[in-house]
């Protein structure tokens, strides 16, 4: 088609690596590709979901030098949010994963924190989101509590990481989601009840492309221009 390449969204970011001929190491790193850049045919795989994730709480304010972070998730979302985090002066993070065939991934990400990115000087921890006393006792202790999985997005927009039983959302605390569609997920509306200051996906999304659209086309996107076509409505 002669296309500069293409974004992958959920939950293909992981499957399309076995189609690509490259990756960048912000690829490698993440095992995971929302962007693909075509370069004489040869198809490149990179990740800006990490970097735009970051530039989003930036541009809210978010102090993130000694911060703790429990970020549940290890899908293609959310190891490059972990990975880039970890770069980016937080001190501790804890990460919660579904027990299942896909909690390796997670520890996976905790073990790379901790061994390969030693000179960074993060914690990592890791434990089954099943664990409701470890999910109480880390979100009391962070600043941040991030959701980088697809629950709360449409057709999921019922669901959330927090059940109504657990009482662990406080006024002080910033609650972070992925998802932008819908913009006020279940998770965001429990936290605004609590008093709780909420960022949700549309931010990262912006931050993300335009990263990728670089890569495309080796321009700077029109940032501002974008937000007026796209998101009038919406606050950064």
């Known amino acids: 088609m002669g296309a500069a390449?293409?974004?992958v969204s959920m939950p293909n970011k992981m499957k399309v690596l076995d189609y690509l001929d490259e990756l960048d190491d912000s690829a490698k790193y993440t095992r995971a590709s929302n962007t693909v850049v075509n370069k004489d045919g040869k198809l490149v795989g990179y990740n800006t979901d990490g970097l735009g994730y970051v530039r989003n709480l930036i541009e809210h304010g978010v102090e993130l030098a000694g911060q703790k972070v429990t970020l549940v998730g290890s899908g293609g979302a959310a190891t490059p949010i972990a990975i880039q985090l970890a770069q980016s002066g937080i001190r501790e993070i804890s990460i919660f994963?579904?027990?299942?065939?896909?909690?390796?991934?997670?520890?996976?990400?905790?073990n790379y924190i901790n061994n390969e990115m030693k000179s960074f000087g993060v914690k990592a921890n890791i434990f089954p989101l099943e664990d409701k006393d470890a999910f109480r006792r880390e979100v009391a202790e962070s600043a941040i509590l991030a959701n980088g999985t697809s629950l709360?997005?449409?057709?999921?927009?019922?669901?959330?990481?927090i059940d109504d039983t657990l009482d662990v959302?406080?006024?002080?605390l910033i609650v972070t989601d992925v998802v932008y569609n819908p913009q006020k997920t279940k998770l965001l509306a429990q936290a605004q009840e609590a008093g709780a200051k909420?960022?949700?996906?549309?931010g990262m999304m912006l931050w993300q492309g335009a990263l990728a659209y670089k890569l495309f086309t080796g321009e700077d996107m029109p940032v501002e221009q974008?937000?007026?076509i796209l998101f009038e409505n919406?606050?950064?």
């Open 97 to 110: 994963a579904r027990n299942d065939q896909y909690f390796v991934q997670a520890e996976e990400n905790v």
């Open 226 to 228: 974008v937000k007026q």
């Open 234 to 236: 919406d606050r950064f």
């Open 198 to 202: 909420t960022i949700n996906g549309l």
């Open 5 to 7: 390449g293409f974004n």
């Open 169 to 172: 959302l406080r006024k002080d």
């Open 152 to 161: 709360g997005m449409k057709p999921l927009d019922e669901l959330s990481i």
